[in-house]
């Protein structure tokens, strides 16, 4: 069971070019390409007159060719070119098409009915291309099901023993939790003051601004989710009673996209404020990135796959801690929203717009919480 | 549900010798392996006594002795000796015997009723052993049910998409098909006229004799095929107007062997009455061989498969074109002779033998129809 | 259906040290490791709170931290702290606890009720550290079910067809099998007069004691099983009709610990009292065991059991000889104490000391048998 009314992220930008391209995107195969102008085109991936996949033909202007027997398909998904003999078109000869925006650096792809797909349902990641701001991503393909992954972001005291010795500090694990709903949005916030610098992010205050490692700091962690599985984190560090200002942070945004119940891919960000333009401050986060998300997030979710099979995860009674509050939410407001979607009820609209975040945070040291 | 009472290939005579091997056939192991006058003999490859699998064990004489305890098994599948303390021999120990013929360079198994096994249900492939031709051949492990292949061949106009720029011209997907019924075969046939020389065609004749690429052809493709999946194709191309002697063309052969419903071993060969005893024309065949079917049909149809999974095709609700004609009819003539067989009719006769329509070919440059 | 209330192998003694290890024993993870006073501890994997992998996490002490969100469990399976904002431990914050022996250098594990798990209950395998002999051993990953190499080694008759060359004389395949049923426990005895030496046995003899390999020999093969399936061989050869001093024997254990179904991880040793201390005698030992172990009866059981699938052997009605009476008898007993087990009928105590045995043998050319 899948939200169906709700974007996800197909590619990065960066990804698609005007060759075709595939991926699954909640089981079913989706083509993908740019037009001559540029524009991004999603259509059903598979044939309807023998099912070869689209994406083994070849693109012609802004129509593609099916590879196998030649039936040419315009963006609409309908058929508009039969090569055969007679070269009458059936009605029934055409593939799903699938609302498609491009915004933020990311290609999303509308799954439900066409109707209800609504452009001001994108949570806000204006982040991403906001001036000042530099983003890198990519993209892991992990072999567990999405909502494992949406737990481990919403509880990131994980940070204090997977990621042990990088991201860990003595202030994450012991500081409280705090849960906030609004709407379809679920935040979940830590403020970790006084506390010693996680060591990747002492190094990079030190090498960014001379920081004096054996000084105390505080640490904030941010974290919104939106349904299906968008997900934003604030997260920095700054001289102790310090602004954000004196200090370092990014956004790092997570998109999660079933390919299946037990497969997903997640798109991952780092969005800098600090280093813009410096290949090295790039390879900096490149390098943390791979060594954590893919080194030890990806091993343990997958692990974590494997030990509970088909099962979900809830049928086999976890013993919760108060740092699952949030990601219980969220599951939750997922439930309810899938429910909801069966009612024929309208989507949820998402978190409260991140610019008025960021004007909030502007100076501030203290947690930036969203409006109520 | 497949058809048993069938003759199918098992092996090309060249595969087998007196080493035992296996092969399986409608998702059985069967074991192969020749006398020492040269006879095949297929039987089942399972010891009744433990299910050790009788090709690990060891051929001596006629017989082959299971590697496991000992048993030892005679041609018709009968176990002959028990070496054990006692040595009384259960008449349950024996392994199914399939009857074998070798015929035309193949060694066909019937899967059925062993008093139903005429060997004059086998289709007519006399033109591998034909005065004048030279056959080579080979086989393919495809991942995909051997109906799927049977729609590809049946289906030629694919030539001009997924074969482009080898195998494709301007005439074949707006040509006309001709499908013929005739007992148990179906016959699709395609006559291209006036048109450009398909490129490994083109090249084959300007070796062959000459031929100035900028000339009009006359292309034929005429596919023959017999329940289970036993096909014939008869390709050629000539000098506009011009006879087929004045040209170059082959016979193909296509064998599908279903291992199980998802896939299938596929025997394929190029029968030709030029360039015999050239090393180069063998070569030239074999690459084309090796390019198109290798590297472009068994993609394209493992991907078809893998997109349907599980489904049978049919569920799924292609929509149909022309050129799925008679690829139509031999689906209706395999179900009905499966329908038949549980029903205990007899199974049909296969085509019209070749011989025949060699003599009418002769000489000829319209196209060579069965009588019907 | 597994009998549970049973002893089983885990690992070898020299298998685990203070790090973390893991083995599924009847498809369930178990974590295993030393405390800090070499006490082995056997407990579930998988952490309650998640289902986080345990063993991807870290020793501490004698405790176990959980590596994914830090829950810390002793060795009595409960969490003993939580290091979250609170702290505070739900009693249901435990995993399963393993009664855990070791014993004659290996880990045994109790997969039962806790209160029935009894020691007494492991078969004698004394001789592994008894003095005057020296013990081998190693662990093979086997992708069969438990039975089919049970099955196997009841019936060692597949020396002279499996091990040709090596293991096989003329003497074994024609000898009468003697099978003994005493409580829990199922012999099965051949003793193999007046025959050629095994090639591997008359190498061994003519290196250990300058033995003429021309001479005939008597060779006996008794084999002790225990439910599950713990099996002990006594095997050697001597000099026609001269006591088994005379000649050069071993015994051989084989534990079979079931993993799944269709997976089996097989303990197997050679505990010998001839050449100790002699690397060379070492080497020729695992360079057997490799051979015919590896090399010729794991791909023989593995091909078992990929014929017959997921079916159980007896469900495909296998053809018995008399070899098989012993292997029957060891299913029979089996599946009895699993019934007994649903009933809550006590577990069988096993065989009978080993060392009645070795009192028995010392001196004795002829077979030596345990009482009934």
């Given at each position: 069971m899948y939200l169906k009314n709700a974007w996800y992220v197909a590619?990065?930008?960066?990804?698609?070019?005007q060759e075709l391209m595939t991926r699954t995107i909640l089981e079913k195969p989706v083509l993908l390409y740019r037009k001559e102008n540029g524009d991004p085109v999603a259509m059903g991936n598979l044939c309807p007159h023998r099912f070869a996949p689209l994406h083994m033909g070849k693109r012609i202007g802004d129509t593609v060719q099916c590879g196998y027997h030649g039936m040419v398909f315009g963006e609409s998904g309908k058929c508009v070119l039969n090569p055969h003999h007679g070269g009458v078109i059936s009605p029934a000869m055409k593939v799903h098409s699938y609302p498609v925006i491009e915004r933020n650096s990311l290609i999303w792809v509308w799954t439900g009915d066409e109707d209800a797909a609504d452009p001001a349902l994108i949570p806000d990641f204006s982040c991403y291309s906001a001036d000042g701001f530099e983003t890198i991503g990519g993209v892991m393909d992990v072999q567990a099901n999405y909502e494992l992954i949406t737990d481990n972001l919403l509880d990131l005291t994980h940070a204090d023993f997977l990621h042990e010795g990088t991201l860990s500090s003595d202030a994450i694990t012991i500081s409280k939790l705090e849960t906030i709903e609004a709407g379809g949005t679920v935040w979940a916030n830590r403020w970790c003051p006084d506390g010693i610098a996680p060591p990747v992010w002492g190094q990079l205050m030190q090498s960014q601004m001379g920081f004096d490692l054996s000084q105390k700091i505080d640490h904030w962690l941010y974290m919104r989710w939106d349904a299906p599985a968008h997900l934003l984190l604030d997260v920095g560090i700054s001289p102790l009673g310090k602004p954000r200002e004196d200090g370092v942070w990014v956004y790092t945004g997570h998109h999660l996209t079933p390919v299946s119940p037990t497969r997903t891919l997640y798109f991952w960000s780092i969005v800098r404020n600090h280093g813009l333009n410096d290949p090295e401050v790039d390879a900096f986060w490149k390098g943390s990135i791979e060594f954590a998300f893919n080194g030890q997030d990806k091993p343990m979710i997958e692990a974590q796959q494997a030990a509970i099979g088909n099962t979900d995860v809830n049928d086999l009674r976890p013993v919760a801690i108060p740092a699952d509050v949030a990601g219980g939410r969220a599951r939750r407001a997922l439930a309810r929203q899938i429910a909801n979607e069966v009612k024929g009820i309208k989507p949820e609209s998402g978190a409260s717009p991140l610019d008025e975040l960021l004007k909030k945070s502007a100076g501030s040291y203290a947690p930036v919480l969203p409006v109520v």
């Open positions: 590619a990065w930008s960066n990804e698609l070019d």
